[in-house]
T-cell receptor, first 112, second 111 residues
Framework: NAGVTQTPKFQVLKTGQSMTLQCAQDMNHEYMSWYRQDPGMGLRLIHYSVGAGITDQGEVPNGYNVSRSTTEDFPLRLLSAAPSQTSVYFC???????????FGSGTRLTVV | GDSVTQMEGPVTLSEEAFLTINCTYTATGYPSLFWYVQYPGEGLQLLLKATKADDKGSNKGFEATYRKETTSFHLEKGSVQVSDSAVYFCALYSGNTPLVFGKGTRLSVIA
């Protein structure tokens, strides 16, 4: 049981490049979310999904896209990377909000 | 909207000292409340939770009681260890969106 798997763990991008952060869970959780963590800001919600085919925006969605074609996978796409997107990104999943979320180990992204 | 406010750190304690990290919340309805811990270089781990008023969550010597009257969920531990050094996040879930987090409190425990 791997839990929530995020790849890659580290990435450096040039301004304007695009990329996809991968997230997969093997717990058959319906709920999945993406957060970014910045110093002094805590965790801020980017996008979330309550099931396959359903996504919604969180607090800071600009510059990011998501899709949920399967229960297991919830990739996060950066359309045109900007230095302001330098952050640590966490994916999380849950079988229901009251149970709490299981987090991946994160992707540290640097945009230069 | 929903929000969580927790005490700012960093908090530095000597080993075996008593720990309190304050957390208060604003939410519609009756949220579930959580404490998460993040060790250096790692993701967040669920430490404890409480889903209704007066519930006490506990784990690894940490405790927190859901106080509806004061909208609080303070984290406590009677005797901290060096291995407890980490960042602690208070969070809530009210059914509208995924978890809403506080900004985190860094705890350093010195021997």
């Amino acid at each position: 049981n791997a839990g929530v798997t995020q790849t890659p763990k580290f990435q450096v991008l040039k301004t304007g490049q695009s990329m996809t952060l991968q997230c997969a869970q093997d717990m058959n959780h319906e709920y999945m979310s993406w957060y970014r963590q910045d110093p002094g800001m805590g965790l801020r919600l980017i996008h979330y999904s309550v099931g396959a085919g359903i996504t919604d925006q969180g607090e800071v969605p600009n510059g990011y896209n998501v899709s949920r074609s399967t229960t297991e996978d919830f990739p996060l796409r950066l359309l045109s990377a900007a230095p302001s997107q330098t952050s640590v990104y966490f994916c999380a999943s849950s079988k229901g909000g009251n149970y709490g979320y299981t987090f991946g180990s994160g992707t540290r992204l640097t945009v230069v | 909207g929903d929000s969580v406010t927790q005490m700012e750190g960093p908090v530095t304690l000597s080993e075996e000292a008593f720990l309190t990290i304050n957390c208060t919340y604003t939410a519609t309805g009756y949220p579930s409340l959580f404490w998460y811990v993040q060790y250096p270089g790692e993701g967040l781990q669920l430490l404890l939770k409480a889903t209704k008023a007066d519930d006490k969550g506990s784990n690894k010597g940490f405790e927190a009681t859901y106080r509806k009257e004061t909208t609080s969920f303070h984290l406590e531990k009677g005797s901290v260890q060096v291995s407890d050094s980490a960042v602690y996040f208070c969070a809530l879930y009210s059914g509208n969106t995924p978890l809403v987090f506080g900004k985190g409190t860094r705890l350093s425990v010195i021997a």
